[in-house]
Nanobody, 127 residues
Framework: QVQLVESGGGLVPAGGSLRLSCAAS?????????MAWFRQAPGKEREFVAA????????YYADSVKGRFTISRDNAKNTVYLQMNALKPEDTAVYSC???????????????????WGQGTQVTVSS
């Protein structure tokens, strides 16, 4: 059974930075696994933020975070990170990491393609 545990959320002023971590356990991921971050703000739908291919390290971003957020992974630690810089109040949300086996990257931004989910961590950006 795969477990994903997020950490690193908190309260930060606009323009600040945070780094989220997602520690995975329960299996060894191969080249066809994708790890992603999604977020959901109150009253809004869940939104894709970023994804990374576990084996090759290819990265994908939502337009709203390109140039500000960086997704990375540490294979030895089975951990995925989301470095968030130049944070804006509209980045406020619960951030969740997810994992799935996918043959291609075509559906990486679709939340219901993901099999495993963490519990989420709150990120609040004050104006």
């Amino acid at each position: 059974q795969v477990q994903l545990v997020e950490s690193g959320g908190g309260l930060v002023p606009a323009g600040g930075s945070l780094r989220l971590s997602c520690a995975a356990s329960g299996r060894t991921f191969n080249n066809y696994y994708y790890m992603a971050w999604f977020r959901q703000a109150p009253g809004k739908e869940r939104e894709f933020v970023a994804a990374i291919n576990w084996g090759f390290g290819s990265t994908y971003y939502a337009d709203s975070v390109k140039g500000r957020f960086t997704i990375s992974r540490d294979n030895a630690k089975n951990t995925v990170y989301l470095q968030m810089n130049a944070l804006k109040p509209e980045d406020t949300a619960v951030y969740s990491c997810a994992a799935a086996w996918m043959a291609t990257s075509q559906t990486i931004s679709t939340y219901d393609r993901y099999t495993y989910w963490g519990q989420g961590t709150q990120v609040t950006v004050s104006s």
